[in-house]
């Protein structure tokens, strides 16, 4: 990988031992030709991998005898761009500020005394960065900074730790910080820094120039000052993040488990989610939330703010207005923010390439952006030709891939949004060009309608569907590694896309990356209003009961009086709607049962409301539900017209109409997508009306929501694990889809498996979520490359 310090670590270790030869960039490998006597060698070779930085990842190594040259001395070569084949480059991810910096950036006697940019062979910008490879200074933003005299002694000074530290700067060479007002005017200010830092003590909004992108912030602790944030930002209850200054900072505001305090100090310092300590932030920070979002510094200028501020935590949001992608060019950024921010404190280095703060959960992602992308992913099977995928269209990421090699590019955003569209097409074009990866082909979602499926159309390559679980779980299978052995796949989301009319989330596949066959699934239930019932849980809750045989009409008096002919309607089972077996409208609709919101601003906000729920007391009960197994003559899926997702008949202005009688008998959906088979029994239906009975049961009994929530999710993991086992199947088992990001269902579910001697699996280094769609495709696409070159 390169930006890791490895050929300044060979020049050492060579320099050391008294060898003599070089090292140089090749693109995708580093080049070393070495010569001395065989007790040196033998070191070197010993000592090339074992000590090398921390930073980088070996993935082999060759040598082969060269006639002795008789050469002198050691030294670094200029990188070589010939030779490299597709996806042979490795570009290192952004990486925190480390120990030494920042001692030196605290030092009064040191040159980079307070110095915001600050960085060496260990630390700095990468991705963000560069422009092209190989990865040498210039080929990145710093190309504009020429290097003072101090500096390039440092850069060429093989004992130096800046040795051929690429984004090396100083104050007299280097970037500077800037104020700007309201209206974009540039401030004539001495130390911007400090201006910042008063402003924000002032409870005023500043927004801050970063690796990736601006950054909003504000004093945490501000009431006041969050709210106005969130007013002027167009943001109404989702969660910001907030910065800390160390880990005692961390234990302040959030609870970090061992996993969490070594992922929040590590060098990618993502976004991590804590349980949250009450009243030691504003409460609009996380509004009805039980999680925190929680980060360190990790660039010089947050070490120097956080400083000035005496540890205060700040709000540390994308700067943005709600739901667009994270502003990062200057201009642009000026015109995005402007009515937002109070302040802009910016520099004049330039972002090459849009980037936004990772997010975790103890060790599991849930945004794979800064600090982890695009650090390869190794295929269970290389692909025959070079491939693009496209992932999804929500939390998209895309994925190039050659050989065994995937590269799945920084979080995108929601492609229903321009901006978050352009962005997509230009990470397309420019992770082609950094991996010199030209797909001869594109992999895509079956969901027609897709932004990402519509552009992999007009690219005008060969194109291959994946059925969006089946991408799901291959995703989960490339991320552990495990191989081309077959899994059960538990595939837990909102809304996927099938070709038999109803809206898929609550699957268990089994099969391997090639193949899959759908085994089971829970009950269908209508969607009511299409889209519209996602962002109105009311409406889930309503079909569940009605499904249920329980009269919904009794939710009337916590619903929208506008809204209560429409309940009416539901309760009556008279709204025609396409049927969904997802599991994350099954969240929905128990949190609105156990007390949970009516209307939600953001994805899963009910879901997340439910779990924070559960991790209080509860009681060691069950619900029920039952495994029905299928009838051969029940093993066709029956859609009903029309198939799409509708708009509310309420919002057209129409009248509620029968639903029309099923008009077309097709087999499972996964035959006609890539990657089928065909189903060798007919699925097994996970009958969720016991369980609706059961919380609607302790609803009207008055039983708290922490014991409904918590026993929701004891009977979830009872599901999983009881479905895997009637199965009689594989005994791995792939957790994955966006409702396994929810901790505490992964647990249980882990728990479960495990005290029936099932392997179950969760992901690590992708998301859960759509943001590992892309690898799955990749994935999905290899596994079929190698079984076409075993028939062949």
């Not at 491939?387 to 939390?395: E, N, P, R, S, Y």
């Not at 409208?585 to 939600?600: E, K, T, W």
């Amino acid at each position: 990988m390169q930006g890791v310090g490895f050929r300044p670590h060979v020049h050492q270790l060579a320099t050391r031992l008294g060898l003599s030869g070089f090292v140089r960039n090749r693109l995708g490998a580093v080049e070393i030709e070495i010569e001395g006597d065989r007790a040196a060698l033998d070191e070197f070779a010993r000592c090339l991998v074992a000590q090398a930085p921390a930073l980088a990842a070996v993935d082999r190594l060759s040598s082969a005898a060269l006639p002795v040259r008789g050469e002198a001395g050691f030294s670094i070569e200029a990188s070589r761009a010939a030779g490299a084949g597709p996806g042979e480059v490795f570009i290192s991810p952004d990486v925190a500020t480390c120990d030494a910096c920042l001692a030196e950036l605290f030092d009064p006697r040191d040159r980079r005394h307070r110095y915001p940019f600050i960085n060496c062979t260990h630390c700095g910008p990468r991705l963000t960065i560069t422009t092209a490879v190989p990865y040498d200074r210039a080929r990145t933003t710093m190309a504009g900074f020429p290097l003072c005299a101090a500096c390039r002694a440092e850069y060429e000074d093989p004992r130096d730790r800046r040795f051929h530290a690429q984004p090396i700067a100083c104050p007299a060479c280097g970037p500077r910080l800037g104020l700007r007002g309201a209206g974009g005017e540039m401030l004539e200010d001495g130390d911007p820094l400090r201006s910042g830092a008063r402003a924000l003590r002032d409870g005023r909004i500043v927004a801050i120039k970063g690796l990736g992108g601006y950054h909003l912030a504000c004093d945490a602790r501000s009431e006041a000052a969050v709210a106005e944030l969130r007013r002027r930002k167009g943001r109404l209850a989702k969660p910001f993040a907030v910065m800390v200054a160390d880990l005692a900072g961390a234990e302040v505001v959030g609870e970090p488990s061992a996993e969490s305090r070594a992922l929040i100090e590590g060098p990618a310092r993502p976004i991590t989610l804590l349980p949250a300590r009450p009243g030691a932030v504003a409460p609009s920070v996380a509004p009805d939330n039980a999680w925190l979002g929680v980060m360190l510094p990790y660039t010089p200028l947050h070490h120097l703010l956080l400083r000035e501020l005496e540890g205060r935590p700040l709000v540390m949001t994308s700067g943005n207005r709600s739901d667009e992608p994270i502003a990062y060019e200057d201009d642009a950024a000026l015109r995005q923010l402007r009515g937002v921010a109070d302040l802009f404190l910016t520099h004049d280095r330039p972002i090459h390439l849009r980037c936004d703060d990772s997010v975790a959960r103890g060790s599991v992602l849930l945004r794979r952006s800064r600090g982890f992308a695009p650090a390869p992913v190794r295929l269970p099977a290389p692909l025959a030709r070079p491939t693009l995928a496209v992932g999804g269209q929500l939390k998209c990421t895309i994925a190039v891939g050659s050989g065994h090699g995937a590269f799945v590019s920084h979080h995108l955003g929601d492609l229903e949004y321009f901006e978050a569209f352009r962005a997509f097409t230009a990470a397309i074009e420019h992770y082609q060009r950094l991996y010199r990866i030209h797909p001869e082909r594109v992999v895509h979602d079956l969901h027609p309608d897709y932004a990402s499926t519509l552009h992999a159309r007009e690219l005008g390559v060969e194109l291959i569907g994946v059925q969006h679980h089946h991408a799901h779980v291959a995703s989960c299978v490339a991320d552990r590694e495990l191989g081309d052995r077959p899994v059960i796949g538990v595939a837990f989301d909102g809304t996927g896309f099938s070709p038999d009319g109803t809206v898929w989330g609550g699957e268990v596949l089994v099969g391997t990356c090639a193949r899959v066959r759908r085994a089971a699934h829970l009950r269908g239930v209508p969607l009511p209003g299409g889209e519209q019932a996602i962002r109105e849980p009311w409406r889930m809750a309503a079909a569940y009961l009605a499904d249920a045989g329980v009269d919904a009409s009794e939710l009337e008096e916590r619903i929208d009086p506008a809204r209560r002919p429409l309940l009416a309607a539901i309760a009556g089972r008279r709204l025609r709607a396409p049927l969904t077996s997802s599991a994350g409208r099954l969240f929905d609709a128990v949190a609105f049962l156990a007390g949970g919101p009516a209307v939600v601003s953001y994805e899963a906000q009910a879901a997340m409301w439910l779990e924070g729920m559960a991790r209080g007391p509860g009681e060691p009960y069950e619900y029920g539900f039952e495994l029905e197994a299928r009838a051969p003559s029940e093993g066709l899926l029956r859609a009903a017209q029309p198939t799409s997702l509708q708009r509310d008949p309420l919002d057209a202005g129409g009248e509620f109409q029968r639903a029309a009688q099923p008009t077309s008998l097709q087999r499972d959906p996964l035959e006609a997508g890539a990657g089928s088979q065909p189903a060798a029994q007919p699925p097994l239906i996970i009958d969720t009306r016991p369980l609706i009975r059961g919380v609607w049961e302790d609803v009207r009994r008055g039983r708290p929501p922490e014991v409904v929530a918590a026993r929701f999710h004891a009977t979830l993991a009872q599901i999983v694990a009881d479905t895997c086992d009637r199965l009689a199947g594989p005994r791995d088992v792939a957790l994955t889809g966006g409702v396994f990001c929810n901790a505490l269902l992964l647990e249980a579910s882990t728990r479960e498996l495990e005290a029936r001697g099932f392997r179950p699996w969760a992901h690590r280094r992708v998301p859960a979520n759509d943001g590992g769609l892309s690898l799955g495709q990749l994935a999905v696409a290899a596994a079929l490359d190698q079984e076409q070159g075993r028939s062949g």
